[in-house]
């Protein structure tokens, strides 16, 4: 008998046990015909994934299935909802000439959100303090708004968020 064959029979005939201790506790709901073609299929199949991760296994890298309690508790950011509709609402405005622009909104409170936070001044109730901090091709953009459906700048929407995020 082979070395191969010898490592694998006890697992061939622990697979068979445990199928049979399976069908008799009731487990196992199918005919007898099918619970023994299963158990079979299984005792052979068993060995030989074993012998092949034991074979293979060396080329493999380990994996850890632990993270960090920082990589818990931040969601992953293709699951946040708020970003998927801000790069579909980006890709529209430079895309599409056929839907209104929701990016300058959003861009527009996000500035104001950052100027009350950074600098304490707020856009709507003090627009001339405002536009001593803002970059003026920022504050160009913030202050027209778009009127119709075409396709935006790349170049001034980039342009925009970078003045944003030097708020």
Do not use: C
């Amino acid at each position: 008998m082979s070395r191969g064959l010898r490592s694998a029979l006890p697992l061939a005939v622990g697979t068979l046990l445990l199928g049979a201790l399976l069908f008799y506790v009731g487990s196992l709901p199918h005919g007898p015909a099918a619970v023994t073609a299963l158990v079979v299929v299984a005792s052979v199949v068993a060995p030989l994934l074993l012998g092949a991760l034991t074979r293979e296994g060396r080329y493999a890298e380990r994996a850890y299935w632990a993270s960090t309690l920082h990589q818990e508790a931040v969601p992953p950011a293709a699951m946040d909802y708020r970003l998927v509709r801000i790069r579909r609402d980006l890709r529209d405005a430079v895309e599409r000439d056929d839907r209104e622009d929701l990016v300058h909104p959003l861009l527009r409170e996000l500035a104001a959100e950052r100027l009350l936070a950074h600098h304490g001044v707020d856009l709507d109730a003090d627009p001339e303090a405002a536009r001593r901090v803002v970059d003026p091709l920022l504050w160009r953009y913030l202050t027209t708004p778009p009127t119709d459906a075409r396709k935006r700048s790349r170049s001034a929407l980039q342009t925009a968020i970078e003045g944003i995020e030097k708020l």
